[in-house]
């Protein structure tokens, strides 16, 4: 069963303007922890923001931040103030805390493409 | 600098060849990990390592094999049983611990290797 699920497969948003690109996960695990990361054309996965299930407060990162409702299960990101230069895929993906037949590795959504336009 | 590098950055294989794509980390990480990416999708696990001389398929390891020798490389070899092996591989690392807590453990990635089959 798909444990990150992204259902926007491309999202346009113009310059300065914010957008929220969709996360929701299933896990029966009370300890995890979720990621975003933004891939460039390039390929290189970039961390982006975390936010672990315990963690109170919504994780922020400079124009990025986590709107984390815990019992819906959502992680969305949300970038303000968007920027050329965010133009990219970002994918969501989770950590599930206890040790799985897939050890401690993340599992990947299948990513939202989104292009800044100006 | 610490990080993840991997080479070549683009390989070419004939049918029937065996390729190996390494990995190499110095970040002192004990967690290695083996991602395919195809195009428009997420990551795929192929194999994942928790600590030298021990590994562990992931979701997609048929065609695949990787050795753990030390702690700051974690190869991967292609074989000619991977039926469709043209595919961006990306190789990751994380420190071992737990999940859910602000210490998260982020899984750092190398730049990645895009192989393609003549």
């Known amino acids: 069963a798909q444990k990150i699920t992204q259902t926007q497969p491309g999202m346009f948003v113009q310059e300065k303007e914010a957008v929220t690109l969709d996360c929701t996960y299933d896990t029966s695990d009370p300890s995890y922890g979720l990621f975003w990361y933004k891939q460039p054309s390039s390929g290189e996965m970039i961390f982006l923001i975390y936010q672990g299930s315990y963690d109170q407060q919504n994780a922020t990162e400079g124009r990025y931040s986590l709107n984390f409702q815990k019992a819906r299960k959502s992680a969305n990101l949300v970038i303000s103030a968007s920027q050329l230069g965010d133009s990219a895929m970002y994918f969501c993906a989770m950590r599930e805390g206890s040790y799985s037949n897939s050890g401690y590795a993340l599992n990947f959504g299948k990513g939202t493409s989104l292009l800044v336009t100006p | 600098d610490g990080g993840i590098t991997q080479s070549p950055k683009y390989l070419f294989r004939k049918e029937g060849q065996n390729v190996t794509l390494s990995c190499e980390q110095n970040?002192?990480?004990?967690?290695m990990y083996w991602y395919r990416q195809d195009p428009g999708q997420g990551l795929r696990l192929i194999y994942y390592s928790q600590i030298v001389n021990d590994f562990q398929k992931g979701d997609i390891a048929e065609g695949y094999s990787v050795s753990r020798e030390k702690k700051e490389s974690f190869p991967l070899t292609v074989t000619s049983a991977q039926k469709n092996p043209t595919a961006f591989y990306l190789c990751?690392?994380?420190?071992?611990?737990?999940?859910?807590?602000?210490?998260?453990?982020?899984?750092?990635f190398g730049p990645g290797t895009r192989l393609t089959v003549l």
């Open positions: 990751a690392s994380s420190t071992l611990g737990l999940a859910g807590r602000s210490s998260y453990n982020e899984q750092f």
């Open positions: 970040l002192n990480h004990d967690a």
